[in-house]
């Protein structure tokens, strides 16, 4: 394949004729596929989502991955005894599979302007942070704003995946609407107008939500805004 323009990879950021293209290109960890544990993951290749290509290099894969998606690539998988490449397009509202078992010597990288201290979470695309300190509703907020983030909002069954599976539990707010609910049987029922009420997660028995005095102190789970 010839490219018009002379490309290389600085830090795992694509520099096409001397100038970004803005998009930074980094090793693939998930938090949720070994539980407790930060892992390099690959995208599993056989969601109908990817496209299949054969590169030279892992950066030969980004660059044919930019081309094919139009710009709109996630991330890429590489393995490089078969120069096999992946390409895992943007999604919203997608469940990325991943895994954590890498014989096949496979690489995976991908792209978010995710900041510290908040941790990626490449299965939705999402930035979190576990907040242990225990904090009551408000608190909590203010606690994530000062972070230029907020508390989770929970925006379709995908994330709520991601939320049980992240932390061991968390508290988070409800003042904003919610377009996805996972009560926990006989749940909520609170007594009050719903107003002094805040949303916990239940992990034992079962995962799921349940109402609660918003003065309780809780953990927290801290969500900052990243581009699609």
Same mark, same amino acid.
């Given at each position: ?87 895992? =397009? ?26 510290? =201290?908040?941790?990626?979470? *490449? ?52 003042? *904003? ?10 749940? =909520? ?15 034992? =028995? ?6 609660? *005095? ?9 969500? *900052?805004?990243?581009?699609?």
């Amino acid at each position: 394949m010839v490219l018009m323009l002379m490309c290389a990879l600085l830090q795992f950021g694509i520099v096409c004729g001397g100038q970004t293209n803005g998009r930074i290109y980094s090793r693939a960890f998930s938090y949720l596929a070994v539980s407790g544990q930060r892992s390099p993951v690959c995208y599993d290749d056989r969601m109908d989502i990817v496209t299949k290509l054969k590169a030279a290099s892992s950066l030969e894969c980004i660059l044919k991955c930019l081309i094919t998606t139009m710009q709109n690539l996630r991330g890429i998988n590489y393995v490089s005894s078969m120069r096999s490449c992946t390409c895992v =397009p943007k999604l919203n509202n997608f469940w990325y599979n991943v895994t954590a078992d890498l014989n096949a010597s496979c690489f995976a990288f991908v792209s978010h302007d995710c900041p510290k =201290p908040f941790d990626y979470i *490449i299965e939705v695309h999402k930035c979190y942070s576990m907040v242990t300190n225990l904090m009551d509703w408000s608190t909590a907020g203010k606690a994530c704003n000062n972070a230029s983030g907020h508390l989770l909002a929970v925006e379709d069954e995908y994330e709520n995946l991601a939320a049980l599976k992240y932390p061991l539990s968390v508290s988070k707010g409800v003042n *904003i609407p919610l377009s996805f609910y996972g009560w926990y049987s006989g749940e =909520p029922n609170g007594i009050a107008n719903g107003n002094n009420y805040c949303l916990q997660y239940l992990i034992l =028995p079962e995962c799921a939500w349940d109402d609660f *005095i918003c003065t309780v102190l809780r953990c927290s789970l801290c969500e *900052i805004d990243i581009t699609l």
